[in-house]
């Protein structure tokens, strides 16, 4: 993101607040609620519900044998991947 974009997000969220409007952030378990189908928003769930929310623990999840692993969100670029 640039920072011209950033600073243009920065301004919509100030008069967003400026006109009252409250926004509201659903967590990933709250999102999977909404959309009940997506298989997406359900692994980000599950994951979330798993290590307590904390993105770190998801990134570095050492559980190999679980079967969504290689599916998890917060996946870095050189984080290991196993494939069986
Ligand atoms: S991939 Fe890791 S964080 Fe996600 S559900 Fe499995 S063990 Fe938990």
Do not use: F, W
Request: hydrophobic share 25%.
């Amino acid at each position: 993101m640039s920072i011209e974009s950033l600073k243009k997000a920065q301004e919509v969220m100030r008069q967003r607040r400026e006109d009252g409007i409250v926004t509201v952030r659903l967590d990933p378990i709250q999102k999977a609620k909404e959309n009940p189908k997506s298989l997406r928003l359900a692994i980000n769930a599950k994951c979330y519900e798993c290590c307590d929310g904390s993105r770190a623990e998801i990134r570095n999840c050492s559980a190999h044998g679980c079967p969504l692993r290689n599916l998890r969100p917060y996946q870095s670029d050189d984080s290991d991947s196993e494939e069986e």
